[in-house]
Protein backbone atom coordinates (compact mmCIF):
# COMPACT_ATOMS: atom_id res chain seq x y z
CA UNK A 1 0.00 0.00 0.00
CA UNK A 2 2.79 2.43 0.92
CA UNK A 3 4.48 1.41 -1.72
CA UNK A 4 1.69 2.81 -4.36
CA UNK A 5 1.69 6.44 -2.93
CA UNK A 6 5.41 6.61 -3.41
CA UNK A 7 5.66 9.27 -6.60
CA UNK A 8 6.86 7.52 -9.40
CA UNK A 9 7.58 8.73 -13.06
CA UNK A 10 7.02 7.06 -16.58
CA UNK A 11 10.01 8.58 -19.03
CA UNK A 12 10.29 8.32 -22.89
CA UNK A 13 14.19 8.19 -23.45
CA UNK A 14 15.41 8.30 -27.12
CA UNK A 15 19.03 8.58 -28.51
CA UNK A 16 22.17 6.13 -29.91
CA UNK A 17 22.99 3.51 -27.70
CA UNK A 18 20.32 3.35 -25.51
CA UNK A 19 22.38 1.01 -22.92
CA UNK A 20 24.58 3.28 -22.57
CA UNK A 21 22.36 6.10 -20.48
CA UNK A 22 20.91 3.19 -18.58
CA UNK A 23 24.12 2.75 -17.34
CA UNK A 24 25.22 6.17 -16.41
CA UNK A 25 21.58 6.37 -14.34
CA UNK A 26 22.72 2.71 -12.53
CA UNK A 27 25.99 4.19 -12.01
CA UNK A 28 23.90 7.17 -10.47
CA UNK A 29 22.39 4.81 -8.53
CA UNK A 30 19.16 5.80 -9.51
CA UNK A 31 16.79 2.72 -9.31
CA UNK A 32 15.35 2.06 -12.56
CA UNK A 33 11.70 0.22 -11.67
CA UNK A 34 10.63 -0.91 -15.47
CA UNK A 35 12.36 -0.77 -18.17
CA UNK A 36 11.02 -1.68 -21.58
CA UNK A 37 12.70 -0.92 -25.48
CA UNK A 38 11.15 0.25 -28.31
CA UNK A 39 14.21 -0.20 -30.23
CA UNK A 40 17.90 0.23 -30.38
CA UNK A 41 17.72 3.96 -29.72
CA UNK A 42 14.49 4.09 -27.63
CA UNK A 43 13.08 2.96 -24.41
CA UNK A 44 10.29 3.36 -21.81
CA UNK A 45 11.41 3.49 -18.08
CA UNK A 46 9.64 3.98 -14.81
CA UNK A 47 11.65 5.38 -12.00
CA UNK A 48 11.03 7.30 -8.34
CA UNK A 49 9.82 10.97 -8.71
CA UNK A 50 12.88 11.88 -6.41
CA UNK A 51 15.48 11.15 -9.04
CA UNK A 52 13.86 13.00 -11.92
CA UNK A 53 16.08 16.13 -11.79
CA UNK A 54 19.10 14.05 -11.49
CA UNK A 55 17.95 11.90 -14.95
CA UNK A 56 17.51 15.55 -16.43
CA UNK A 57 20.81 16.64 -15.55
CA UNK A 58 22.68 13.83 -17.32
CA UNK A 59 20.79 13.09 -19.98
CA UNK A 60 23.12 14.88 -22.35
CA UNK A 61 22.30 13.64 -26.02
CA UNK A 62 19.51 12.31 -24.98
CA UNK A 63 15.77 13.14 -25.25
CA UNK A 64 13.68 12.52 -21.97
CA UNK A 65 10.10 12.53 -22.39
CA UNK A 66 7.67 12.95 -19.52
CA UNK A 67 4.90 10.52 -19.94
CA UNK A 68 2.86 9.91 -16.76
CA UNK A 69 3.32 10.12 -13.23
CA UNK A 70 2.21 7.66 -10.48
CA UNK A 71 1.26 7.60 -6.48
CA UNK A 72 0.97 10.54 -4.49
CA UNK A 73 2.02 13.03 -7.03
CA UNK A 74 -0.68 12.03 -9.28
CA UNK A 75 -3.24 12.37 -6.18
CA UNK A 76 -1.59 15.65 -6.21
CA UNK A 77 -2.16 16.81 -9.86
CA UNK A 78 -5.64 15.70 -9.46
CA UNK A 79 -6.37 17.77 -6.57
CA UNK A 80 -4.89 20.53 -7.94
CA UNK A 81 -7.19 20.35 -10.83
CA UNK A 82 -10.11 19.84 -9.21
CA UNK A 83 -9.12 22.59 -6.83
CA UNK A 84 -9.58 25.12 -10.08
CA UNK A 85 -12.23 23.30 -11.71
CA UNK A 86 -14.26 23.76 -7.68
CA UNK A 87 -13.52 27.37 -7.99
CA UNK A 88 -14.33 28.08 -11.62
CA UNK A 89 -17.79 26.58 -10.43
CA UNK A 90 -18.30 28.73 -7.29
CA UNK A 91 -17.48 31.52 -9.52
CA UNK A 92 -19.77 30.72 -12.33
CA UNK A 93 -22.83 29.35 -9.62
CA UNK A 94 -22.26 33.06 -7.73
CA UNK A 95 -22.76 34.60 -11.02
CA UNK A 96 -25.82 32.67 -11.57
CA UNK A 97 -27.40 33.52 -8.61
CA UNK A 98 -26.40 36.85 -8.92
CA UNK A 99 -28.34 37.08 -12.19
CA UNK A 100 -31.08 35.10 -10.62
CA UNK A 101 -31.56 37.38 -7.41
CA UNK A 102 -31.24 40.37 -8.94
CA UNK A 103 -33.72 43.26 -10.24
CA UNK A 104 -32.76 44.64 -13.76
CA UNK A 105 -36.08 47.03 -14.13
CA UNK A 106 -38.94 48.32 -12.34
CA UNK A 107 -41.91 49.44 -14.11
CA UNK A 108 -45.44 51.30 -12.81
CA UNK A 109 -48.32 50.60 -15.15
CA UNK A 110 -50.14 54.21 -14.15
CA UNK A 111 -51.02 57.06 -17.15
CA UNK A 112 -50.40 59.51 -14.28
CA UNK A 113 -46.41 60.19 -14.48
CA UNK A 114 -46.93 62.13 -10.86
CA UNK A 115 -48.29 59.05 -9.72
CA UNK A 116 -45.63 56.95 -11.13
CA UNK A 117 -42.71 58.94 -9.95
CA UNK A 118 -44.51 58.72 -6.82
CA UNK A 119 -44.49 54.75 -6.30
CA UNK A 120 -40.88 54.86 -8.35
CA UNK A 121 -39.24 57.14 -5.07
CA UNK A 122 -41.18 55.32 -2.47
CA UNK A 123 -40.48 51.99 -3.67
CA UNK A 124 -36.60 53.00 -3.64
CA UNK A 125 -36.55 53.59 -0.83
CA UNK A 126 -38.19 50.44 0.36
CA UNK A 127 -34.90 48.85 -1.65
CA UNK A 128 -37.04 48.35 -4.90
CA UNK A 129 -34.88 49.39 -7.71
CA UNK A 130 -32.81 48.47 -10.72
CA UNK A 131 -29.69 46.49 -9.53
CA UNK A 132 -31.22 45.47 -6.54
CA UNK A 133 -31.82 42.08 -4.80
CA UNK A 134 -35.80 40.73 -5.04
CA UNK A 135 -37.47 40.65 -1.87
CA UNK A 136 -39.14 37.83 -0.37
CA UNK A 137 -43.30 37.12 -0.51
CA UNK A 138 -43.85 38.81 3.24
CA UNK A 139 -41.27 42.10 2.44
CA UNK A 140 -43.24 42.78 -0.82
CA UNK A 141 -46.71 42.46 1.52
CA UNK A 142 -45.00 44.34 4.13
CA UNK A 143 -43.67 47.24 1.49
CA UNK A 144 -47.59 47.63 -0.31
CA UNK A 145 -48.91 47.72 3.34
CA UNK A 146 -46.69 50.46 4.16
CA UNK A 147 -46.95 52.61 1.05
CA UNK A 148 -51.07 52.46 1.17
CA UNK A 149 -50.95 53.45 5.29
CA UNK A 150 -48.95 56.13 3.50
CA UNK A 151 -50.78 57.72 0.81
CA UNK A 152 -54.52 56.51 1.46
CA UNK A 153 -56.18 59.63 0.03
CA UNK A 154 -53.83 58.84 -3.49
CA UNK A 155 -53.44 55.15 -3.97
CA UNK A 156 -56.40 52.57 -3.63
CA UNK A 157 -54.84 49.67 -4.72
CA UNK A 158 -51.34 48.52 -5.23
CA UNK A 159 -49.84 45.22 -6.78
CA UNK A 160 -46.33 44.53 -7.11
CA UNK A 161 -45.43 41.54 -9.27
CA UNK A 162 -42.15 39.99 -10.06
CA UNK A 163 -41.83 38.75 -13.80
CA UNK A 164 -38.27 36.92 -14.40
CA UNK A 165 -36.05 39.86 -13.51
CA UNK A 166 -38.14 42.74 -13.41
CA UNK A 167 -41.01 44.45 -11.44
CA UNK A 168 -44.51 45.08 -12.48
CA UNK A 169 -46.27 47.60 -10.21
CA UNK A 170 -50.11 48.13 -11.38
CA UNK A 171 -52.12 50.92 -9.39
CA UNK A 172 -55.52 52.10 -9.17
CA UNK A 173 -55.35 56.02 -7.78
CA UNK A 174 -57.63 57.37 -5.73
CA UNK A 175 -60.15 60.05 -6.66
CA UNK A 176 -61.08 61.97 -3.30
CA UNK A 177 -64.19 64.32 -3.67
CA UNK A 178 -63.17 67.39 -2.28
CA UNK A 179 -65.94 69.53 -0.45
CA UNK A 180 -66.29 72.90 -2.20
CA UNK A 181 -68.60 75.64 0.07
CA UNK A 182 -68.23 78.13 -3.16
CA UNK A 183 -70.66 79.09 -5.80
CA UNK A 184 -68.77 78.24 -8.77
CA UNK A 185 -71.49 76.53 -11.50
CA UNK A 186 -70.30 73.03 -12.20
CA UNK A 187 -71.34 69.57 -13.27
CA UNK A 188 -71.34 66.43 -11.59
CA UNK A 189 -69.28 63.90 -13.57
CA UNK A 190 -67.98 60.23 -13.57
CA UNK A 191 -64.38 60.32 -11.70
CA UNK A 192 -64.53 56.18 -13.23
CA UNK A 193 -65.67 53.99 -15.93
CA UNK A 194 -69.23 52.11 -15.21
CA UNK A 195 -72.56 51.60 -15.40
CA UNK A 196 -74.97 53.91 -13.58
CA UNK A 197 -76.86 52.26 -11.40
CA UNK A 198 -78.03 55.37 -8.78
CA UNK A 199 -77.68 59.57 -9.13
CA UNK A 200 -79.04 61.75 -6.62
CA UNK A 201 -79.10 65.04 -7.96
CA UNK A 202 -80.20 68.08 -5.34
CA UNK A 203 -79.07 70.68 -7.94
CA UNK A 204 -78.59 70.37 -11.57
CA UNK A 205 -80.57 67.98 -14.30
CA UNK A 206 -79.54 64.75 -14.62
CA UNK A 207 -78.42 64.04 -18.31
CA UNK A 208 -78.01 60.09 -17.68
CA UNK A 209 -79.93 57.49 -17.81
CA UNK A 210 -79.55 54.17 -15.11
CA UNK A 211 -77.95 51.29 -16.48
CA UNK A 212 -76.29 54.29 -19.32
CA UNK A 213 -72.09 53.18 -19.40
CA UNK A 214 -70.20 56.03 -18.48
CA UNK A 215 -66.56 57.17 -19.12
CA UNK A 216 -64.30 58.71 -16.43
CA UNK A 217 -65.15 62.22 -17.54
CA UNK A 218 -69.19 61.90 -18.96
CA UNK A 219 -71.50 64.47 -17.41
CA UNK A 220 -73.75 62.85 -15.17
CA UNK A 221 -75.50 65.86 -14.10
CA UNK A 222 -75.33 69.13 -16.14
CA UNK A 223 -74.72 72.52 -13.67
CA UNK A 224 -76.59 74.13 -16.89
CA UNK A 225 -80.18 74.81 -17.09
CA UNK A 226 -81.53 74.83 -20.10
CA UNK A 227 -85.30 76.23 -21.09
CA UNK A 228 -86.10 75.85 -25.14
CA UNK A 229 -82.63 74.47 -25.92
CA UNK A 230 -81.22 77.70 -24.55
CA UNK A 231 -78.70 78.07 -21.22
CA UNK A 232 -81.10 80.30 -18.96
CA UNK A 233 -78.37 80.03 -15.81
CA UNK A 234 -76.23 78.08 -13.86
CA UNK A 235 -76.15 76.79 -10.91
CA UNK A 236 -73.74 74.67 -8.65
CA UNK A 237 -74.34 70.46 -9.33
CA UNK A 238 -74.54 68.65 -6.04
CA UNK A 239 -75.49 65.11 -5.79
CA UNK A 240 -74.22 61.71 -6.09
CA UNK A 241 -73.58 59.20 -8.56
CA UNK A 242 -73.44 55.60 -8.08
CA UNK A 243 -72.29 53.04 -10.84
CA UNK A 244 -71.27 49.36 -11.11
CA UNK A 245 -67.49 49.55 -11.20
CA UNK A 246 -65.37 46.58 -12.69
CA UNK A 247 -62.02 45.41 -11.45
CA UNK A 248 -59.66 42.70 -12.37
CA UNK A 249 -57.09 41.58 -9.64
CA UNK A 250 -54.25 39.58 -9.52
CA UNK A 251 -53.37 38.44 -5.81
CA UNK A 252 -50.79 36.11 -4.17
CA UNK A 253 -51.02 33.46 -1.57
CA UNK A 254 -48.43 31.68 -0.16
CA UNK A 255 -48.62 27.63 0.07
CA UNK A 256 -46.36 27.87 3.64
CA UNK A 257 -48.27 29.81 6.11
CA UNK A 258 -47.11 30.78 9.87
CA UNK A 259 -47.63 33.04 12.43
CA UNK A 260 -44.56 34.77 14.58
CA UNK A 261 -44.54 35.34 18.24
CA UNK A 262 -41.45 37.20 20.16
CA UNK A 263 -40.36 35.24 23.20
CA UNK A 264 -38.48 38.53 24.85
CA UNK A 265 -34.63 36.87 23.83
CA UNK A 266 -32.83 39.15 22.36
CA UNK A 267 -29.22 39.87 21.10
CA UNK A 268 -26.62 41.78 18.60
CA UNK A 269 -24.94 39.69 15.77
CA UNK A 270 -22.79 40.58 12.98
CA UNK A 271 -22.77 38.75 9.73
CA UNK A 272 -21.87 38.86 6.56
CA UNK A 273 -24.39 38.56 3.85
CA UNK A 274 -23.64 37.32 0.21
CA UNK A 275 -26.75 37.26 -2.41
CA UNK A 276 -29.70 35.84 -0.37
CA UNK A 277 -26.94 34.26 1.76
CA UNK A 278 -26.18 35.15 5.30
CA UNK A 279 -23.62 34.01 7.30
CA UNK A 280 -23.44 34.75 11.29
CA UNK A 281 -20.77 35.70 13.83
CA UNK A 282 -22.51 33.80 16.57
CA UNK A 283 -22.18 29.82 18.17
CA UNK A 284 -26.18 29.81 19.53
CA UNK A 285 -28.17 30.95 16.66
CA UNK A 286 -31.97 31.86 17.29
CA UNK A 287 -34.23 29.31 15.68
CA UNK A 288 -36.59 31.31 14.07
CA UNK A 289 -35.96 35.59 14.57
CA UNK A 290 -36.69 39.22 13.73
CA UNK A 291 -33.78 41.25 12.72
CA UNK A 292 -33.14 44.97 12.27
CA UNK A 293 -30.37 45.79 10.35
CA UNK A 294 -27.96 48.56 10.04
CA UNK A 295 -24.99 48.66 6.96
CA UNK A 296 -21.81 48.79 8.15
CA UNK A 297 -19.71 47.78 4.78
CA UNK A 298 -21.25 47.97 1.67
CA UNK A 299 -21.28 48.54 -1.99
CA UNK A 300 -23.76 48.88 -4.74
CA UNK A 301 -22.57 46.49 -7.43
CA UNK A 302 -20.96 43.73 -5.19
CA UNK A 303 -23.54 41.49 -3.59
CA UNK A 304 -21.19 41.13 -0.74
CA UNK A 305 -21.80 43.53 2.78
CA UNK A 306 -21.45 43.31 6.44
CA UNK A 307 -24.18 44.20 8.54
CA UNK A 308 -24.84 44.37 12.03
CA UNK A 309 -28.15 42.58 13.40
CA UNK A 310 -30.31 43.20 16.37
CA UNK A 311 -32.02 39.84 16.39
CA UNK A 312 -35.38 39.10 18.06
CA UNK A 313 -36.22 35.21 18.91
CA UNK A 314 -39.60 34.19 17.95
CA UNK A 315 -41.37 31.10 18.24
CA UNK A 316 -43.14 30.38 14.70
CA UNK A 317 -46.30 28.44 14.14
CA UNK A 318 -46.50 26.54 10.35
CA UNK A 319 -49.51 25.72 8.26
CA UNK A 320 -48.86 23.72 4.99
CA UNK A 321 -51.75 24.99 2.64
CA UNK A 322 -52.93 22.35 -0.36
CA UNK A 323 -53.56 24.29 -3.81
CA UNK A 324 -57.47 24.36 -3.28
CA UNK A 325 -57.00 26.02 0.05
CA UNK A 326 -54.66 28.59 -0.97
CA UNK A 327 -56.54 29.39 -4.03
CA UNK A 328 -59.48 29.92 -1.34
CA UNK A 329 -57.21 31.92 0.78
CA UNK A 330 -55.97 34.40 -2.24
CA UNK A 331 -59.76 34.61 -3.35
CA UNK A 332 -60.31 35.41 0.98
CA UNK A 333 -57.69 37.96 0.55
CA UNK A 334 -58.63 39.88 -2.81
CA UNK A 335 -61.98 40.29 -1.31
CA UNK A 336 -60.97 41.72 1.59
CA UNK A 337 -58.54 43.95 -0.11
CA UNK A 338 -61.54 45.33 -2.52
CA UNK A 339 -63.94 46.02 0.91
CA UNK A 340 -61.27 47.40 2.72
CA UNK A 341 -61.20 50.59 0.36
CA UNK A 342 -65.36 50.82 0.20
CA UNK A 343 -66.97 53.51 2.48
CA UNK A 344 -70.30 52.04 4.29
CA UNK A 345 -72.39 52.48 1.13
CA UNK A 346 -70.64 51.13 -1.66
CA UNK A 347 -70.05 47.16 -1.49
CA UNK A 348 -69.02 44.22 -3.72
CA UNK A 349 -72.25 43.32 -6.29
CA UNK A 350 -70.70 39.94 -7.50
CA UNK A 351 -67.40 38.64 -7.56
CA UNK A 352 -65.74 35.46 -10.73
CA UNK A 353 -62.65 33.41 -9.81
CA UNK A 354 -61.07 33.75 -13.38
CA UNK A 355 -58.20 31.48 -13.07
CA UNK A 356 -55.00 30.52 -10.91
CA UNK A 357 -51.27 30.40 -11.40
CA UNK A 358 -49.24 28.00 -9.33
CA UNK A 359 -45.57 28.88 -8.85
CA UNK A 360 -42.73 27.97 -7.01
CA UNK A 361 -44.44 28.51 -3.47
CA UNK A 362 -47.16 30.77 -4.19
CA UNK A 363 -50.68 30.93 -6.05
CA UNK A 364 -51.72 33.88 -7.71
CA UNK A 365 -55.23 33.60 -8.46
CA UNK A 366 -57.15 36.11 -10.79
CA UNK A 367 -60.32 37.75 -9.51
CA UNK A 368 -63.51 39.89 -11.58
CA UNK A 369 -64.83 42.12 -9.28
CA UNK A 370 -68.51 44.45 -9.84
CA UNK A 371 -68.66 46.75 -7.46
CA UNK A 372 -71.34 49.17 -6.25
CA UNK A 373 -69.23 52.49 -5.77
CA UNK A 374 -69.34 56.15 -6.05
CA UNK A 375 -68.17 57.61 -8.73
CA UNK A 376 -68.91 61.37 -8.19
CA UNK A 377 -66.25 63.63 -9.32
CA UNK A 378 -67.21 67.64 -10.19
CA UNK A 379 -66.52 69.47 -13.48
CA UNK A 380 -66.41 73.29 -12.88
CA UNK A 381 -68.43 75.67 -15.81
CA UNK A 382 -66.14 78.16 -17.18
Known sequence: MIEKLISKISLNIKGKNINRFIKKLRTKRIEILSLKYKNPNEADIIIYKKDYETVLKIKSIYDVTELDVFGLIKIKRKIKISKHLIILTIIAFAIFLFFTHVIFDVEVIHSNKDIRNLLLNELKAEGIKKLSFKKSYNEISKIKEKILNKYPDKIE???????????????????????????????????????LKKVIAEKGDIVKDMNDYVKKGDMIVNGELIFNEKVTGKVRAEGKAYAEVWYVTKTEYPFATYTETETGKT??????????????????????????????????????????????????????????????????KAENDIKKNLSKDEYIIRSKYLKSTVKESIVEVEMFFAVYEDITDYAEIG
Open 157 to 195: WLEIEEIGTKYTVRVEERTIVKEDESNTPRNIIAAKDGV
Open 267 to 332: KEVYAIKFLNHTFEFTLHKFKTKKIEEEDIVKHPLIPLKLVKQKQKETKVTDQILTVEEAINKAKE
